[in-house]
């Protein structure tokens, strides 16, 4: 079972787009479904998550401009990202946690540009 990222792409600051993801099978037992980014030369970080009773939790730098919904049930999450700063240039992972493990998936690229 994979999951696979998609929505990624170039905007200009100020702008919108929509990261979804979603697993190419069914995957039992997720807990909790987030968002980490990685930009060139810096760690992954993490950038929202979404567990399954419901909390969500955002890094500092993007609070107020994206949200994080989806269905875990459904092995789906997406991250509606808006006000785009060039810092949020990065190519963004959804992951899914379970008493399994970690999966990610491959990524999808945004670009900001000012």
């Known amino acids: 079972v994979q999951l696979q990222a998609s929505g990624g792409g170039s905007v200009q600051a100020g702008g919108s787009l929509r990261l979804s993801c979603a697993a190419s099978?069914?995957?039992?037992?997720?807990?909790?479904v987030g968002w980490h980014r990685q930009a060139p030369g810096n760690q992954r970080e993490l950038v929202a998550t979404f567990i399954s009773h419901g909390n969500k939790n955002y890094a500092d730098s993007v609070k107020g401009r994206f949200i994080i919904s989806g269905d875990i049930a459904r092995n789906k999450v997406f991250l509606q990202m808006d006000s785009l700063e060039p810092e949020d240039t990065a190519v963004y992972y959804c992951?899914?946690?379970?008493?399994?493990?970690?999966?990610w998936g491959h990524g999808t690229l945004v670009t900001v540009s000012s």
């Open positions: 992951k899914a946690v379970g008493p399994w493990g970690t999966i």
């Open positions: 099978g069914s995957i039992g037992g997720i807990n909790t």
